[in-house]
């Protein structure tokens, strides 16, 4: 049973491509995340979007765009690809109630960008 | 900018042995939690430990947190080949109902050898 699903796990392109990143949350999670993980494992987050709105937007190039169809979903655009967007993109979730603070991963798509 | 930093940033010892990961972080936190990422996966969460708690432990993992000094210490006993993997923690929640997040160090390599 997948809680955190985010496709491709692998994803090769070049410089100047637009590619999409997906992700979908069956943990009826309220508030999704895309975080961006360097290649010093540096964990950054980049949105927080919460009942398909936006929360939090980090200072991120605005060649990255985020959508959520609905509170299950939010997929990641990225246009004009550079050497620089190379990393690995986590997708989470979480649910705002109660004191839920521990936040679920999927399991990353690895982005090479050539 | 980056709250915790785990270290070290890479440890090795042999199955058995005990393994002791540290998080230093900046400023108050309503809570501070472990992560786990195995080689090539996304981030699991082993333990939650609250500010006003100094102790807990969960099967083989012992947290210990120490909010004067502002650090907490991730201890795995009896450790494993299978504990192999990068120890993550991550401090918050900042902000404020939908908006809150957590802020990720960058990991500490865990390598058990068998």
């Known amino acids: 049973d997948t809680a955190v699903s985010q496709t491709p796990k692998y994803l090769v392109t070049q410089m100047g491509n637009d590619k999409s990143i997906k992700c979908e949350q069956n943990l009826g999670h309220d508030t999704m995340y895309w975080y961006k993980q360097d290649s010093k494992k540096f964990l950054k987050i980049m949105f927080s979007?919460?009942?398909?709105?936006?929360?939090i937007n980090e200072t991120v190039p605005n060649r990255f765009s985020p959508k959520s169809p609905d509170k299950a979903h939010l997929n990641l655009h990225i246009n004009s690809l550079e050497l620089g967007d190379s990393a690995v993109y986590f997708c989470?979730?979480?649910?705002?109630?109660?004191?839920?603070?521990?936040?679920?991963f999927g399991e990353g798509s690895w982005l090479t960008v050539v | 900018s980056q709250q915790g930093e785990e270290d070290p940033q890479a440890l090795s010892i042999q199955e058995g042995e005990n393994a002791t990961m540290n998080c230093s972080y900046k400023?108050?936190?309503?809570?501070l939690q472990w992560y786990r990422q195995n080689s090539g996966r996304g981030l699991v969460h082993l333990i939650l430990?609250?500010?006003n708690e100094r102790e807990k432990h969960s099967g083989r993992l012992r947290v210990t947190l120490d909010t004067s000094k502002k650090s907490s210490s991730l201890l795995i006993t009896a450790s494993r080949a299978a504990d192999t993997a990068s120890y993550f923690c991550?401090?918050?929640?900042w902000g404020s109902g939908s908006a809150r997040q957590l802020t990720f160090g960058s990991g500490t390599q865990l390598t058990v050898l068998p």
């Open positions: 989470a979730s979480r649910h705002t109630g109660g004191s839920g603070n521990t936040i679920y």
């Open positions: 400023t108050s936190i309503n809570n």
């Open positions: 979007y919460n009942n398909k709105e936006l929360i």
């Open positions: 430990i609250r500010s």
């Open positions: 991550a401090t918050g929640p």
